[in-house]
């Protein structure tokens, strides 16, 4: 029969730390404690398996597992002496929950439960105290009524400030035995009214009322929330923990707490926390009183006043440090502790690894692994990688007033405040002024990216966490909030609605690209500090990942950033984010208006310089590694205006007439460009676009060799193949520019002519492909998109409903779909490697920053992932995680 309940306490373990699965992990911890010496109430787990049956069977308890249960009891029964309902001296217990990981206060916990009419004048007895009694009775009632009878928690606390405010007190400590007899009544009589019966004075039906409770809190609103916010899965649930009450407020020499054994915000190694004398757990986290420093030090820093537990209890907080010391070196982590002191006796009732910033996290993992707590290998996987991004970008001062206007979604990290403006000419004309600009788009395209780099952050009303604005923003490191769909934008009056509220050019706002959030006005911001302790893991982390990392970039700056970054390489450059810059617009417009190829080839003449020049730069940056570059991808109607008062401007510098222009617009209009004529179908039919680019990569790549020495790597990628005769088309085109290049110049250098995997068909049929192509670059964006059938722009609108109710466990855009394209990607490999084993093969969609895809490239053996520039450390970090975890 499967056992579902496991005792702990009184030299009793049924469990320890490794069954954190099966008895959640305070229940593990709670076992582990008691394995090893320290003072803990004893108790009983129910698993998290009879939660999962909990819901399987209806909410009900069988009869097996309620005569466990009473084998609980009976087991702290004996061990405290005390009897579960006993009218002369009652066995209180606590009702907490606890998931395999932690959510804190995401669920539900009673405390102060076995009190009763009868049992509560038992306790007063027992204990010499008639006051804590009656205010453990009011502080049960109270807890109860709020987690397991569902009723209106503001009622109970709206009596107790009466009581206060009619006795001139302004302390729940102020009142007496009598006042809280008074208060009891007055709640018993508020659960009767609101609940329809009296307040339940059977111990048994209290007992599985607050487990059912604590079950039912599993599949809360919050702890839903919470669960899809951090990934943990709902089939986990959580356990119960019932356990023997001991109390902090049984007078002065009582007391509560809460605990780090490091600081959790800084790293330092200093103990910091909290506690209150004469009180329970929830006053200290409530927020009710106002908690004292657990040390001199500490409280010497903030200048309070009331003692420290250090001064006030010097003995018991002797007591403390040492199991702090002895919890950290058992557990080898920081670790996050609840404690409680009755009558000078100390009691430990939960530990558990604490929650921690990035910067915290990064100083303990290394000072741990310096101190030969932990390996560099345990250092490396404590550090959550998406973490890193606190380190990476500005933050907004946590001390700032915020005035928040809008939320979107959290695009693209960091914080950053400007002068508002709607178009990309404005923001880059501005910030050519030396103001800061925040650009405001219902969504951005590649013809704004002028003012996207201009501006310090971009804000847009539609668009997902992978539309253009966030990948583009991510690769810049700007911060972006985008599908802020309550605003409304006007582009042609300079105005932004939102909730009553004007928004016009000019007027000040502050992004918070981390939490999704749109203020009025300038918020003060904080800079990040790249610290030794971010080096030194990262060193740590380059010595046993194997997947290189390269970076997403078109611009020197963005390869500057990225080789800071520790980037080694270039996974994808996209040549056409070069065409909108400055004048050459005004020329690839002309080559899109010329009639026949001889107009082409003379603007395409004219926009050679300036291509090869695009390459040298980066080039010169990346000299001796391998760049990838994209050869022109978007549909041609990308480059021609939308605007009516644009087609004027736009004639005259191409020297046409207004509906000639138009005319030619409305031919290349697509009804879905994302599947049109773009990629290689525009080298097919247009070699001479190809052939120029080509030219224009060789020509760099040898004019910045003959200058450093040092040679780049060119790896010439064609976009949106699908067969192989597409890619033996442009491999020729970019082969003869090649040989022409090489002639001219009387020397050669290493290139690879390659393409993007971003096609079910090109996966499906890459064994043929890798014939001809010498490297795959999985573009997982699109390939998502044409494998789900998806758009990834509008995708906004109906995926987080897809994510909540099970369809996709993540979204696939910004985690790969590993059952769907995931196996393309890997039947590519397999096709791929059988045909040419020396392929090399990469990822440079916006997974390629994602840990968990990262993760997935590892295993199917990719040599390489390519990421935003600012996702670089994370992209190592976590590559690091996989090597290691793939041992």
Not at 17 to 30: H, I, P
Not at 155 to 180: M, V
Not at 412 to 441: H, M, N, Y
């Amino acid at each position: 029969m499967t056992q579902y309940v496991y005792r702990f306490g009184g030299g009793v373990s049924d469990g320890g730390s490794g069954d954190r699965n099966l008895l959640g992990g305070k229940g593990a911890n709670l076992a582990e404690m008691a394995s090893i010496g320290l003072p803990v109430p004893p108790g009983f787990t129910i698993s998290t398996e009879m939660c999962t049956r909990y819901y399987e069977e209806g909410e009900q308890f069988p009869q097996s597992v309620r005569d466990e249960v009473a084998g609980g009891i009976a087991h702290i029964e004996g061990i405290t002496g005390k009897t579960f309902g006993d009218a002369a001296d009652p066995l209180l217990v606590s009702v907490r929950s606890g998931a395999r990981v932690s959510m804190p206060g995401m669920m539900d916990t009673v405390l102060n439960l076995g009190l009763n009419d009868e049992t509560v004048v038992g306790l007063a007895k027992a204990a010499d105290d008639e006051r804590f009694a009656w205010d453990s009775y009011r502080r049960f009632i109270q807890m109860y009524a709020d987690v397991v009878l569902e009723l209106d928690h503001g009622a109970f606390e709206e009596a107790l400030e009466i009581a206060k405010e009619d006795n001139g007190f302004t302390l729940d400590t102020e009142l007496s035995a009598d006042h809280l007899k008074a208060l009891v009544a007055e709640y018993k009589g508020l659960v009767e009214k609101e609940w329809g019966k009296p307040f339940p004075q059977d111990v048994h039906d209290q007992l599985w009322g607050a487990v059912g409770a604590v079950f039912g809190s599993w599949q809360s609103e919050r702890a839903k929330v919470y669960r899809r916010l951090n990934d943990i899965p709902a089939t986990w649930g959580t356990a119960v923990n019932v356990q023997a009450m001991v109390f902090g407020n049984m007078g002065d020499t009582s007391a509560t707490g809460v605990a780090f054994t490091r600081d959790p915000s800084k790293g330092d190694r200093a103990y910091y926390g909290e506690f209150l004398i004469n009180a329970q757990g929830e006053d200290v986290v409530a927020g009710i009183r106002t908690p004292q420093y657990l040390t001199k030090v500490a409280r010497e820093e903030a200048g309070a006043k009331p003692a420290s537990m250090e001064e006030a209890m010097p003995e018991v907080y002797g007591e403390l440090a040492a199991v702090f010391d002895t919890l950290e070196n058992h557990y080898r982590d920081m670790q996050d502790i609840e404690f409680t002191v009755e009558r000078t006796k100390l009691w430990m009732l939960q530990t558990r690894s604490g929650k921690r910033t990035a910067k915290a996290a990064l100083k303990i993992a290394v000072d741990m692994a310096n101190e030969g707590l932990i390996t560099h290998e345990e250092a490396i996987l404590r550090v959550e990688p998406m973490a890193l991004d606190q380190l990476l970008h500005p933050t907004l001062d946590p001390s700032a007033h915020r005035d928040v206007i809008a939320k979107g979604l959290p695009a693209s990290p960091g914080a950053a405040s400007g002068a508002a403006v709607f178009d990309a000419d404005t923001a880059e004309r501005w910030a050519a002024e030396s103001k800061a600009v925040i650009l405001i788009r219902t969504e951005t395209s590649p013809e704004d990216i002028h003012g996207m780099h201009a501006a310090k952050g971009i804000l847009t009303a539609r668009g997902g966490m992978t539309s253009h604005a966030a990948v583009v923003a991510r690769g810049m490191g700007r911060p972006c909030v985008s599908g802020a769909g309550g605003i409304s934008i006007s582009a042609k009056d300079k105005v932004m609605r939102v909730a009553g509220r004007e928004v016009r050019e000019g007027d000040l706002l502050t992004l918070d690209g981390t939490t999704g959030e749109v203020m009025a006005g300038l918020v003060a911001t904080v800079q990040p500090e790249l610290a030794g302790d971010f080096g030194t893991l990262m060193v740590w982390a380059d010595e046993v990942r194997r997947l290189k990392v390269r970076a997403n970039a078109e611009t020197p700056q963005d390869c500057r950033t990225a080789r800071e970054f520790g980037a080694e390489g270039v996974g994808l450059c996209r040549t056409e984010h070069m065409f909108f810059e400055g004048a050459r617009i005004t020329l690839v417009r002309q080559m899109i208006l010329a009639s026949d190829e001889k107009g082409r080839r003379a603007a395409l003449d004219k926009l050679l310089p300036e291509q090869r020049s695009d390459f040298a730069e980066i080039f010169e940056v990346m000299a001796g590694l391998p760049v990838t570059v994209r050869l022109l991808d978007p549909p041609l109607h990308e480059f021609l205006p939308h605007e009516e008062n644009e087609f004027a401007e736009v004639a005259e510098a191409a020297g046409i007439d207004i509906d000639t222009l138009k005319a030619r617009a409305a031919e290349l209009h697509e009804f879905n460009p994302m599947l049109g004529h773009r990629g290689c179908r525009l080298g097919v039919t247009y070699p001479e676009i190809y052939e120029m680019q080509a030219r224009a990569i060789f020509e760099a790549a040898i004019d910045v060799a003959e200058k450093s020495g040092d040679a780049p790597i060119p790896e010439v990628m064609i976009p949106l193949v699908a067969t192989k005769r597409e890619l033996d088309l442009m491999k020729a085109v970019v082969d003869k520019a090649a040989k022409t290049v090489f002639e001219e110049r009387g020397r050669t250098l290493k290139y690879l002519v390659g393409t993007m995997i971003e096609l079910p068909r090109a996966a499906l049929k890459a064994g043929e492909i890798a014939e001809s192509g010498e490297f795959f670059s999985f573009g997982t964006n699109d390939l998502t998109q044409t494998t789900l059938g998806v758009s990834r722009d509008d995708a906004a609108r109906f995926l987080g409903a897809y994510v909540e109710q099970g369809i996709y466990p993540k979204d696939p855009f910004v985690s790969i779909d590993v059952e769907g394209v995931g196996e393309l990607i890997e039947l590519a490999v397999e096709r791929g490697r059988a045909t040419r084993p020396d392929i090399k093969l990469g990822i440079c969609g916006e997974h390629g920053g994602d840990p968990a895809s990262i993760a997935f490239c590892e295993k199917v053996g990719l040599d390489y992932v390519s990421a935003s520039p600012y996702r670089v450390p994370i992209a190592r970090l976590a590559a690091a995680q996989a090597a290691l975890r793939a041992q």
